[in-house]
């Protein structure tokens, strides 16, 4: 994951990733995962999607990890949440009612820094990731949530004529990730409206 990047998409508001509106595959998906309310679901890479505002209306618990701070704090004054700022560690702790989101590296997120978590809520991060980090952050999120139910996202198409991110993977990726971890369902498949970025054909893809 190159910092810089993602640090300079923020700064100069090349955020075309990020929708006003949350994402539909979420709501008809969400209830698959039949968690009780008050359940705590991480979002990973979250930026300051509206899915997080979606969550928490929907009765639960929300906690993320972002890089770019400055889109913690869009996210924390678009909810109309004046938080406590903490440091852990080597990141910082954005806490209100009901939403702790740390912003750093994840791979600097440890289990005791997270804490229990029931979900996890992936629409972003393995997608942003380049092929070479995919393997370790996949490891990575299994073992700092204690192998908990995920609903994940990602798309699929010719990388060849679109550079990412998102990145295309594989339905065979994700079951190279996470098949000795849990028995994962294709939940929906979808073709891309327009294609992606308007560029090549693709398909979008949620799995639990």
Not at 67 to 77: G, K, P, S, T, W
Not at 121 to 139: F, N, S
Not at 197 to 202: I, R
């Amino acid at each position: 994951m190159d910092r810089e990047f993602w640090l300079q998409r923020w700064q100069e508001r090349r955020i075309g990733f990020h929708t006003g509106e949350p994402n539909p595959l979420l709501i008809r998906n969400f209830p698959k995962l039949k968690l009780p309310e008050d359940s705590r679901v991480f979002v990973p890479l979250c930026g300051k999607t509206v899915d997080i505002n979606w969550l928490l209306m929907n009765a639960c618990r929300v906690v993320g990890v972002e890089l770019a701070e400055q889109a913690v704090r869009e996210l924390f004054d678009e909810l109309n949440l004046k938080p406590e700022i903490s440091t852990v560690a080597d990141l910082h702790k954005y806490s209100a009612a009901d939403i702790d989101i740390f912003t750093g590296d994840i791979f600097h997120l440890t289990p005791d820094m997270l804490g229990s978590v029931d979900a996890i809520y992936d629409r972003a991060a393995l997608v942003a990731l380049p092929d070479g980090m995919r393997a370790r952050y996949a490891q990575h999120l299994v073992h700092i949530t204690g192998n908990a139910p995920q609903l994940l996202i990602t798309f699929e198409y010719d990388q060849n004529r679109q550079q990412g991110p998102p990145f295309s993977v594989s339905a065979g990726q994700v079951r190279e990730f996470y098949a000795s971890q849990y028995t994962i369902e294709l939940c929906e498949s979808l073709e891309v409206p327009g294609g992606l970025k308007g560029v090549c054909p693709a398909k979008e893809f949620v799995w639990r």
